[in-house]
T-cell receptor, first 114, second 117 residues
């Protein structure tokens, strides 16, 4: 199994630009999670989906952030417009229905907003 | 509210010595507990979990964790540390606060383990 796939691995952009992060979960997993990791705030859950439906988006920092999961094999996290304080590593994770809650993480996207 | 705490920001041990990384939790009901490890510039890797059964859970890379209900703890242990064990370790608890189908995890702030040669 290829594991959770994220793209791009690195992104450098300028303030005000739109950023789209992509995630392909492990095949057969029915839950998908987006996290953000920074030195200051640690690991934060942004949003998660069960069966492609958003369940809890209370961690999304503000309206500039949006996430979609159009099908079971693809999700996007979009930031528009981006700001320097959005600079972080963004992780996607997926979880199988019968895994007891075990999540499997992707390698992350390192975002730098100048 | 459900929560998990890692009281130590950093743990330093010498190679070959036993190591313990501490975790305490607060949940209503039976806890589902997890340990993850993060190496530099990598994603989190699942190490082990406790759902039910034996209080001593064995996981990857020789790690184990002991579930202690009376002390609400789930400490990560290894009998003999390796330099390659140096990494950031996260404890997590499954979040059932929304509903029983919830699969979100609540993560601790992480503990940096440094193993010296």
């Amino acid at each position: 199994d290829a594991g959770v796939i994220q793209s791009p691995r690195h992104e450098v952009t300028e303030m005000g630009q739109e950023v789209t992060l992509r995630c392909k979960p492990i095949s057969g997993h029915n839950s998908l999670f987006w996290y953000r990791q920074t030195m200051m705030r640690g690991l934060e859950l942004l949003i998660y989906f069960n069966n492609n439906v958003p369940i809890d988006d209370s961690g999304m920092p503000e309206d500039r952030f949006s996430a979609k999961m159009p099908n079971a094999s693809f999700s996007t996290l979009k930031i528009q417009p981006s700001e320097p304080r959005d600079s972080a590593v963004y992780f996607c994770a997926s979880s199988p229905r019968a895994g007891g809650g075990t999540q499997y993480f992707g390698p992350g996207t390192r975002l730098l907003v100048l | 509210a459900q929560s998990v705490a890692q009281p130590e920001d950093q743990v330093n041990v010498a190679e070959g010595n036993p190591l313990t990384v501490k975790c305490t939790y607060s949940v209503s009901g039976n806890p589902y507990l997890f340990w993850y490890v993060q190496y530099p510039n990598r994603g989190l890797q699942f190490l082990l979990k406790y759902i039910t059964g034996d209080n001593l859970v064995k996981g990857s890379y020789g790690f184990e964790a002991e579930f202690n209900k009376s002390q609400t703890s789930f400490h990560l242990k290894k009998p003999s540390a390796l330099v390659s064990d140096s990494a950031l370790y996260f404890c997590a608890v499954r979040d059932f606060s929304a509903n029983q189908a919830g699969t979100a995890l609540i993560f601790g702030k992480g503990t940096t383990l440094s193993v010296s040669s």
